[in-house]
Nanobody, 118 residues
């Protein structure tokens, strides 16, 4: 399983980039997919998640500003980030969890850096 994250870069405060996470296989093979972020000097934290059934959840700090979605035809999960603030600066990672009869697979993309600065 490979996850390829993209869409980061230097963004002005208030900007609205869209992050993409392309999976090497069907996204419906995963029990849940999500976006995490890690800011400098801080622990990695969950930003948003989406289950196979389409249920979503968000961290309180991004609720109402970020939206997670998916395109099954493209095997891609997106994170639309709106109204960016400097404190949103972080490396954003894509994650996927796969549960099979033999065990649990926990997969990570390489991360994409979002820098919010004027």
């Amino acid at each position: 399983v490979q996850l390829q994250a993209s869409g980061g870069g230097l963004v002005q405060p208030g900007g609205s980039p869209r992050l993409s996470c392309a999976a090497s296989g069907s996204i419906f093979s995963f029990h849940v997919m999500g976006w995490y972020r890690q800011a400098p000097g801080k622990q990695r934290e969950l930003v948003a998640g989406i289950t196979r059934g389409g249920k979503t959840n968000y961290a309180g700090s991004v609720k109402g500003r970020f939206t997670i979605s998916r395109d099954s035809a493209k095997n891609t999960v997106y994170l639309q980030v709106n109204s960016l603030k400097p404190e949103d600066t972080a490396v954003y990672y894509c994650n996927a969890i796969q549960i099979t009869p033999t065990g649990k697979g926990d997969y990570w993309g390489q991360g994409t850096l979002v820098t919010v600065s004027s």
